[in-house]
Structure formats: structure tokens, C-alpha cells
């Protein structure tokens, strides 16, 4: 099911005494979702991700602005009549319902012509149950359960009626780091066999990266861009969403563009096809290479080996938060380096991890392929 | 055991003994004397002497009409106001969490009675309920006004008398099972009524499914409470009908225990005692009973 958002926009009133204005949570967001896709709405907490889901969901009622269910206009669909299931943060899970009760609450609101026979209820139920594989806890109450179990539930809970759209509000926020990305992984292969259209809400930018096919990043309730994971990472628009995706996070330079070239500091570092102004530099962690004759000159703060890669940190007088964080390949000479600390390291820059930001704008200034 | 648990435990008693000192002293004390005077017959707080030993005092006391009308008067006044204060205070409780503005007012309001003297509220319901030489009453007053016949509620007929005692009961109760069940509501995580929702769960059936076992543990403290504070009941009787109750009718088992001792037939310590730990029983039982099925039903 494609769903598709036009001019979505939900204002709430304000709450503070002195300052009454509304608040606007979400501002004129269009977007269609492709039948069958996983999207992450990413974003910082506060952003207004999770009001877009509650809108999608219908717990909310949009200021302006449709939603439609492939050709049909929802916005006004209670959520009963959207066919969408939702799985909370916390999982919401009824505490003293079993596991079984849980999963069937659902079936037993069916009213009419909808309405099961228990039979088909049950065998709904397990179904489900099979699908996120906890068929043995099915006589178990949630507080017997762990996180992962529980938040399987949920997800049974929210597919037994098998919805046209699956909504996820920060599902894996609550689980500890190894079961998240075991969960995460579940989520992917759930969502795979289903083919269910499914929007996961997350401020998790690996999270939202490793299982979707498409990232929505937003800021302030404003789309900063929407595409699929690599693409974003690769090729961000603006300097926020440039340093929300990766970790460790890009780095941050002041830097000019004088006569078709972009200084850092004094350092010329690269070709740059675009008019004279001042800018910002986002350099991505691996677009540092090191080498004694690099263009640009810093000062060797510390080594730290992770296995995989050596992460080269830094000192650099134009760098934003001052110290510069670069991922070098431990056989590209990385430990090398260590036992120079305090003196001058030298890097030369990969020109497609670099990305040139508008002082005033943030907006990212594409250089010419040449 | 090590020395070291052995001068822990040691020092956990020493913290206690305050508490126990006193809850030996005015408790335990109390009752053991309590329980072994009601086995002393005709034992005198004067001379502190007594005839003989055995359960005389309590084949007295159950034989006696006056106790017996108070025990019925107890028992009535428990089934009728313990299950009726609670279900209106759910209900009040429920139309209160669902309001928007006025709430905190209309908490306030609810919350008065509270505060509220017994013996103010009680005159209150004498100008409600008591037929004066001057006045007829507020409420008969109503009651002719729209062709019914007036009837003495304070001095009339037992039903009518009854109907007055258990209103009263009800209302005077009810603030506090308000206030523990809108605490108890606002505490249900509103997750579970988005679910619910998503789920196209109707309005009811989010009451009976979700929002009452949620909040069973608070109902079934305050029906615990209310047994046990409904059993006790006497100065709310006071208030309405005066001090001679075995004369009205209307006396509770622990105005039986107070006249025994104090009242203008008193000073039979021995049959009050026998009359207390009457009472003390009917409670306990009644309270292991409440406890034994809310806690199986709490733990299914």
C-alpha cells in the first residue's frame, strides 16, 4: 500500500503561559512511501517525527494538509478504519492479559461483518505469533517476558489484523545495544516477508541507516531530505543532515573558497569550481588520508585503535569543535603515527567526502565535477 | 551465624523497639486484656474482681436483643453503603478524569466532605432530614411539595431511618475513594488507550478491559477499607440520631461496646469486651475473605 502525504501540517496550541503562539509540530510535509518500503523518519528528539506517525496513525488529526492509503483520502478515517497496526515504545502491552489475550485483543473489537469465529481468531493468533517467532510464550504474561520478547509481541499485536500499514514509534529505544540490533534485523526480516508499507520513527541515525529503504530526515518538524540511506549519507543537502548521519560524526570546517580554491585555515586543500565566499567543510571521517606532503597541516592529539580502524583525533584551529576525528585503515599506516603526539600530522582529502556548506544558509554548494 | 549478621539484626531491633514499645503498650496489650476480660464474668473495674471464668459474657451478649439489633443495623449498613460508595465513586472518578475544564473545581467540590466536621455534616442533615415543630424537614419538604407523604427520618419508621444513615455513610466516604481512584486512573499509562484505539476498542470495553483491571489493586484497598471503616461505624450514627441509640433503634456493634462500658445502662466491662472481640472477629474474617479473593484474582 502506497501512502502518500500532502502538505501535511499539525499546529498544537501553545502550553506556555507567556508565550500563547502555536506551536507547529509538523510543517507542510509531502511525501509518498512506496508500496512494500521500509521508511525511518530520523531525526532529533523534538523534531516532530512521532507526531507525523500519530497523524498517519489518525490518533491525530492533521491542522491541514491529506493523507492517502494508496487511492483512498484517509485524513479524516478514524484509525480502526485506516487498517494500520502501531507498536509503541514502551509496547503498551496489557500487563494482565497473557501474551495470547494480547495478540487477540485486536480480533475481538471486529464488529459485523468482520467479526470471527474464535477459531479463526485463534488461528490468526498464531499465525502472528509464528511470524515473530515466540509461539511458546503464548500462556506467559508480559512482565515475564523480556524486552526483545515483549516488543515481539507488540509487533504480533500490531500485524493480527494484518494491516495495510505498520507504524513503529522508536521500537528499539528500550533494548539494550546487542538485542537492538538483533531486533532491528528481526524488524527488516518481518517487514521482507509481509511486504507491509511500514514508517519506524527513530533519532537512531545508524538504526535508521542499516534497515530502511528509504530515511526521511527531519528538523524542526521540516523535511530536510528524503532519500535512500546511502544516497543521504553520500550526498547531503544541508549541513544539518550532514551531521546527524555517520559516527563518528563528520567533521566541521570554517573554510574559503579564493580564486577556485577552498582554504582551511591557510591550508589550500582542494579544487573548488565555485564563486569566492566564505563556507563551512564537512569532511567525513574516512575522507582523510594521511600522508607527509597532505595539504592539510594539524596537530596530532591521540591514536585510538578500535581493531578495524585507527581513529586519528586532532587539532585544528578552523575546526569547528576544534579537534578533528579521522578514521584511518590500520595497514594504511595508522599506528604509525602513534608516539608523535603533539606534533604535526598532514592529510590529504578525498574529494567525495567532502562537502561545501553555505555560511548563511547551510545549504550544501555542489562542486563542479571537473 | 557470623558475628557480623548477629550485631546487624541486633541493631535493625533496636531501631524498632520505639515503634513496638508503643504498639505493645497501646496495642497488644489492649487487646490481650480485652480478650481475657471477655472470659472474666461480671469482673468489676473498681475492686477488679470477678465471680468465675467462661463464655457466659458472650452467650449474654448474643442473646442480648439490643446487640443483635446492632449487629443487623452493622450488617445492613455495610452491604448497602461499602459496594454503593464505591461504584458512584468510580463512576464520578471516571466522568472527572474524562473532563477537561472545571476539573480541579469539581475535585475540590468532591474533596469537601473530607474536611468537614462529623458533627457539622450531621447537622446538616438535620435540617435536611429532621422534623422540627417549625419545619418538616428540607427533604419532606420536596416530598410533599411534589404530592408524596412527609415521613420522620429521624424518628420515624427503621427503613426511614436506614435510607438517612447509609446516605449519609455514602457521602461521607466518598471523598476519599475519589481521591484514591482519579489518582488511580490518571496513573494508566495513556499508551494503553492509544492502542486501544488503534484497535478500533470501543469505549466500554476499554473500561471493563483495560481501565478496571488496571485499577482492580486500588478498588479492592478501598472495599478492604471500606469493610472495615463500615463495620466501625458510630460517631456517624451519633450525629444523626443522638446518643441513646439502643432507644432509636439504630445502634452499630461498637456503640453496643461504648454503652456497655459508658452509656446510662453501662459499666459491664465484661460484656463490651465479649462484644469487642465479637467485632474484632466478624473483621478479621471478613478481611482474610476480601484479601483471599483479590489476591487470587490480582495474581491469575
Redesign the interface.
Known amino acids: 500500500m502506497e501512502v502518500t502525504l500532502k502538505g501535511l501540517t499539525k499546529k498544537f496550541p501553545g502550553r506556555d503561559r507567556k508565550n500563547r503562539s502555536e506551536v507547529t509540530a509538523v510543517d507542510h510535509m509531502t511525501l509518498a512511501i512506496p508500496d512494500g518500503q521500509l521508511l525511518a523518519l530520523l531525526g532529533p528528539s523534538g523534531c516532530g517525527k512521532s507526531t507525523v506517525l500519530n497523524l498517519i496513525s489518525g490518533l491525530l488529526a492533521p491542522t491541514e494538509g491529506k493523507i492517502f492509503f494508496g487511492e483512498d483520502d484517509v485524513t479524516e478515517l478514524p484509525p480502526e478504519k485506516r487498517g494500520i497496526g502501531l507498536v509503541f515504545q514502551n509496547y503498551a502491552l496489557y500487563p494482565h492479559l497473557t501474551v495470547r489475550q494480547n495478540i487477540l485483543f485486536p480480533l475481538e473489537n471486529l464488529k459485523g461483518k468482520e467479526k470471527l469465529t474464535r477459531e479463526e481468531m485463534l488461528r490468526k493468533a498464531d499465525e502472528a505469533a509464528k511470524l515473530v517467532q515466540i509461539e511458546s510464550l503464548m500462556d506467559r504474561k508480559p512482565a515475564e517476558l523480556s524486552g526483545g520478547q515483549q516488543q515481539r509481541v507488540a509487533i504480533a499485536r500490531a500485524l493480527v489484523k494484518r494491516p495495510r500499514v505498520l507504524l513503529l514509534d522508536e521500537p528499539l529505544s528500550n533494548l539494550d545495544a546487542r538485542l537492538r540490533i538483533q531486533t532491528r534485523e528481526e524488524i527488516r526480516r518481518i517487514q521482507r516477508e509481509t511486504k507491509i508499507t511500514t514508517v519506524f520513527v527513530t533519532h537512531d541515525q545508524e538504526e535508521a541507516m542499516s534497515i530502511s529503504d528509504l530515511i526521511v530526515v527531519m528538523k524542526e518538524g521540516v523535511v530536510q531530505q528524503i532519500g535512500r540511506p546511502q544516497e543521504v549519507y553520500d550526498s547531503p543537502e544541508n549541513l544539518f543532515v550532514a551531521k546527524f548521519l555517520g559516527t563518528p560524526p563528520i567533521n566541521v570546517f570554517e573554510g574559503q573558497v579564493r580564486g577556485h580554491r577552498l582554504y582551511i585555515g591557510e591550508d589550500a586543500v582542494l579544487q573548488a569550481n565555485v564563486p569566492d565566499a566564505p563556507v563551512y567543510v564537512g569532511v567525513r571521517p574516512e575522507g582523510f588520508l594521511m600522508c607527509e606532503t597532505g595539504a592539510l597541516s594539524c596537530r596530532l592529539n591521540r591514536v585510538e585503535v578500535t581493531g578495524r580502524d585507527v581513529s586519528v583525533v586532532s587539532e585544528n584551529a578552523a575546526a569547528v569543535s576544534r579537534t578533528v576525528r579521522s578514521l584511518i585503515g590500520a595497514e594504511n599506516g595508522g599506528e604509525a603515527v602513534s608516539g608523535r603526539e603533539g606534533g604535526e600530522i598532514r592529510f590529504d582529502l578525498v574529494p567525495r567526502k567532502v562537502f561545501l556548506f553555505d555560511r548563511e544558509t547551510e545549504r550544501r554548494i555542489f562542486l563542479e565535477e571537473s | 551465624m557470623d558475628g557480623k549478621s548477629v550485631n546487624g539484626s541486633l541493631k535493625g531491633w533496636l531501631y524498632l523497639l520505639p515503634a513496638l514499645l508503643f504498639l505493645g503498650v497501646f496495642m497488644v496489650y489492649p487487646l490481650v486484656d480485652v480478650f481475657v476480660y471477655s472470659f472474666e464474668e461480671g469482673y468489676n473495674s473498681a475492686s477488679q474482681t470477678y465471680f468465675g471464668v467462661g463464655t457466659y459474657n458472650y452467650a449474654y451478649v448474643l442473646r442480648d436483643p439490643y446487640f443483635l439489633q446492632a449487629v443487623k443495623n452493622t450488617f445492613l449498613l455495610v452491604v448497602i453503603t461499602v459496594p454503593l460508595s464505591t461504584g458512584i465513586a468510580l463512576l464520578i472518578s471516571v466522568g472527572l478524569h474524562s473532563i477537561g475544564p472545571l476539573r480541579r473545581f469539581l475535585q475540590t467540590v468532591y474533596f469537601l466532605p473530607y474536611v468537614t466536621n462529623t458533627l457539622a455534616v450531621g447537622m446538616v442533615f438535620m435540617i435536611l432530614f429532621k422534623k422540627t415543630p417549625y419545619s418538616d424537614g428540607f427533604i419532606n419538604l420536596l416530598i410533599t411539595w411534589f404530592g408524596g407523604e412527609g415521613v420522620d427520618f429521624i424518628d420515624g419508621p427503621y427503613w426511614a431511618k436506614m435510607f438517612v444513615l447509609c446516605l449519609y455513610t455514602v457521602w461521607v466516604v466518598m471523598p476519599f475513594k475519589i481521591l484514591i481512584l482519579t489518582s488511580a486512573l490518571a496513573s494508566v499509562?495513556p499508551?494503553?488507550y492509544?492502542?486501544?484505539?488503534?484497535?478500533?476498542?470501543?469505549k466500554l470495553?476499554m473500561f471493563v478491559?483495560?481501565t478496571l483491571?488496571?485499577i482492580s489493586p486500588m478498588i479492592f484497598y478501598l472495599v478492604i477499607t471500606g469493610f472495615i471503616g463500615a463495620f466501625k461505624a458510630y460517631s456517624d450514627v451519633v450525629a444523626l440520631f443522638g446518643t441513646n441509640l439502643n432507644a432509636a433503634g439504630m445502634n452499630t456493634i461498637v456503640g453496643y461496646v461504648y454503652d456497655m462500658l459508658y452509656g446510662d445502662s453501662g459499666g459491664y466491662p465484661s460484656y463490651a469486651s465479649a462484644a469487642a472481640i465479637i467485632l474484632f472477629a466478624i473483621v478479621f474474617t471478613i478481611t482474610c475473605i476480601n484479601l483471599l479473593v483479590s489476591g487470587s484474582r490480582l495474581r491469575r
Open positions: 499509562d499508551a494503553y492509544k492502542a486501544a484505539r488503534v484497535d478500533g476498542t470501543s470495553r478491559r483495560i483491571p488496571m
